[in-house]
Nanobody, 117 residues
Framework: QVQLVESGGGLVQAGGSLRLSCAASGSIFSINAMGWYRQAPGKQRELVAAITSGGSTNYATSVKGRFTISRDNAKNTVYLQMNSLKPEDTAVYYC???WGQGDFPSWGQGTQVTVSS
């Protein structure tokens, strides 16, 4: 099992920046990939960014050039640096890890990001 704890959400003005952190614990050696998803009110949860164990990254088109995902293996932590934030980035952000041979998903509790115009 993998447990995830997020931190770093908050309220920011449009154009501002925030950094989200996700600390993993448990069977961290079995993690295949980690990512950030978000869910806005009335909308489906969507992938924002992901990073594999090999360091390959993938981004949603809407955040390319503004968000950066990175990982610190020594701290078992994944980060999401969010720059040039827009009101449409407002959502609950969830950390995700896929682990084990079955690529089982684990989710964090979510952290609110609110961008004011």
């Amino acid at each position: 099992q993998v447990q995830l704890v997020e931190s770093g959400g908050g309220l920011v003005q449009a154009g501002g920046s925030l950094r989200l952190s996700c600390a993993a614990s448990g069977s961290i050696f079995s993690i295949n990939a980690m990512g950030w998803y978000r869910q806005a009110p009335g909308k489906q949860r969507e992938l924002v960014a992901a990073i594999t164990s090999g360091g390959s990254t993938n981004y949603a088109t809407s955040v390319k050039g503004r968000f950066t995902i990175s990982r610190d293996n020594a701290k078992n932590t994944v980060y999401l640096q969010m720059n040039s934030l827009k009101p449409e980035d407002t959502a609950v952000y969830y950390c995700n890890a896929n682990w084990g041979q079955g690529d089982f998903p684990s989710w964090g509790q979510g952290t609110q990001v609110t961008v004011s115009s």
